[in-house]
Structure formats: C-alpha cells, structure tokens
C-alpha cells in the first residue's frame, strides 16, 4: 500500500516518523507533498520518502491520502483535485478538527462513492504513545477502515468511535498532550524556582507524570485510590493537593476541556 500525506506539517510528521519507525511501512511507500518546498523537501530527505510537487500528482501516486491540512484549507484542496479524486478513488483520511466526514463528502460535491475516514490523532504518535479516535464514511469498507486502524494502532491506542463523539475525543486526547506538557513544564518552573536547572526539573517531572500514567493504564486503579496512596496522614502531598484546590485545580481543568470541545463544535458548524 501506498500512503500519501497532503500537509507535511507537526502531525503528518509525527505520523510518518512513527509509522516507518515501527515498521508498519517503509519510507518508499510514502509520498509527500506541501505547499512549503523546502520544509517538504528537508522532510523527505529525513525520512527517506517520496515527494512529489502537486497534490493532484500525490493522490495519483497513493492508495491512501491522509489529509494533514488545516480545517480551513481542505474545501479548496478536495476541490483542486475533484477529479482526480473521482478517478483514482484513493481512500481519504482526513485528521482536521472540527470537520466531520459528512463535511468533506459535501466539500467533493459528487455522488460518486468516496471512502472518506476520519482520524482524530495526537502528536505523541512520534513516539509510539499516540491515541486516535477514527470513524468510516458511507462508503468505506471494512478491509479499508481496517487498514487505517491497524496504522494507527502501529504508533499507540486506536479506538472506532461513533462521530458525535470526536469533539469530546479531540480534547480529551487530541489536544490534551498540550494539556499535560503545561502541567510538566509548571511543575519543573516550580522546580526552577526552588533552585533546580530547568532541563533536570522538566526530567524530573515528565518522569514523574510519565510512571503516574502507567500506574493509571496498568493498575486499573481509579485515580482517586492512588492519590490517597501518595498522601500520607500529615505529611507533603495532601498540604500541596489542598493548595491546588484551593485555586480550583479540577474546575480549572474542566473548564479548559469544555472550551476546547465547544470550539471544536464551532469548528463543525461552520
Ligand atoms: N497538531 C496536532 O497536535 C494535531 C493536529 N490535528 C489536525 O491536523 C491537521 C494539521 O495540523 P498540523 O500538522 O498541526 O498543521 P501544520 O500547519 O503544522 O501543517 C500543515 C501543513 O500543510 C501545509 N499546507 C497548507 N496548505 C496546503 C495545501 N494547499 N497543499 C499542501 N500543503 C498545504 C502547510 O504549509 P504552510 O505552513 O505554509 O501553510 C503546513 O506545512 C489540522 O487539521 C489539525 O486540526 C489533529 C490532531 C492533533
Ligand atoms: O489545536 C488543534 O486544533 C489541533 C486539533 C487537536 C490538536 N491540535
């Protein structure tokens, strides 16, 4: 199979270097293509995969067209490569925000039978650790839904979920890595701030978030058990866990994955 990506920006190239690193494809059976050349090229050159110079050249060239494109680029780039589209029929996986898959099938304004999937990633796929939430168009079979699974099962978690869900999924797993490095990078200022160098106190910390994580996946432990498990009667952590609560640590939160699911919802309104 053959995989293109039109868009050779942060998640395309976490995608790729995931994918080739972990051998679920190699270099060759990719193709590239951006309308910055030279960030295009220097992408290529580090991977060693293909580039090619027009999108319409990219979707002849692919089975699979994974569309790394800004939300507010992709009606003009389907309809660019309309007909190219309609001949070849390459399957197309879109990974925009807020754009769901009836959206793009209207952007193509046909009724020619399209497999469009859509794909709601996150950045840590570069390393192996990413979470996708991925649903299928009318017109995908399950042999192509499968494949688009199993590619993002190669560089983390991947769950089929029902649309209605990918604004929640986006900030609860696309957006949040955002989320969580602030919350590395605050406890490594804090660190700074009592007199540890910046990149060992940001060490520190990610390890720390890193190892809470997997006790979270591997224990199956509801968060609220380890956290009394880390407070002892009198002592460090519980004196700290009040202090964030005294500033509204959780509604904090809450409030920020609110705004990012209703702007996600604003996205596919428009
Ligand atoms: N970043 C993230 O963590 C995540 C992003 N997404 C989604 O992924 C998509 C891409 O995001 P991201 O990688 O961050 O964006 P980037 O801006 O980093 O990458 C997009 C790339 O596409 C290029 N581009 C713009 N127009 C065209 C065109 N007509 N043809 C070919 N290439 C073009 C851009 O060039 P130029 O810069 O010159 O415009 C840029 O290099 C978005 O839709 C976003 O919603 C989803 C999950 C996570
Ligand atoms: O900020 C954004 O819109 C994209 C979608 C999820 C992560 N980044």
């Known amino acids: 199979m053959k995989i293109g990506f039109i868009g050779t920006g942060n998640m395309a190239t976490a995608i790729i270097k995931g994918i080739v690193a972990n051998g679920f494809v190699s270099a060759e059976q990719i193709y590239l293509m ?19 110079n027009s999108n319409r050249s990219l979707i002849e060239a692919v089975d699979f067209v ?19 589209i309609l001949t ?31 794909v709601m990633p996150n950045v840590n796929v570069l390393v192996g650790k990413g979470a996708a ?16 699974v199993k590619m993002f ?3 983390g978690k991947a769950w089929i979920l029902a649309e209605e869900d990918f604004s929640n999924f986006t900030a609860l797993a696309g957006s949040s890595p955002a989320y969580a490095y602030l919350f590395i990078d605050s406890i490594a200022r804090a660190g700074v701030k ?16 890193l190892g809470s994580a997997e006790m979270i996946l591997k224990t ?20 700290g866990l009040l202090a964030l609560e ?8 809450v409030k920020g994955i609110d705004t990012t699911i209703a702007r996600d919802k604003e996205l596919n309104d428009k």
């Open 194 to 209: 009592h007199g540890l160098p910046k990149q060992v106190a940001t060490e520190m910390a990610a390890q720390a978030v």
């Open 88 to 118: 070849k029929k390459p399957v197309l996986i879109s990974i925009a925000a807020g754009t769901p898959t009836d959206k793009l099938y209207r952007y193509l304004d046909t009724d020619v039978e399209i497999p469009i999937v859509r």
């Open 66 to 84: 994974v569309l790394a494109i800004k939300p507010n680029v992709i009606e003009h780039v389907l309809q660019e490569t309309k007909d190219v």
């Open 246 to 253: 005294e500033e509204a640590f959780i509604s904090t939160v």
């Open 34 to 52: 951006d309308i910055d050349h030279e960030k295009l090229v220097s992408l290529s050159e580090e991977v060693g995969a293909n580039f090619v």
């Open 153 to 155: 099962e190669a560089v």
């Open 133 to 148: 939430a991925i649903c299928g168009h009318d017109f995908v079979n399950q042999e192509q839904l499968d494949f688009v």
């Open 220 to 239: 199956g432990e509801n968060p609220w058990t380890l956290i009394d498990q880390v407070c002892s009667p009198g002592g460090t952590t519980v004196a």
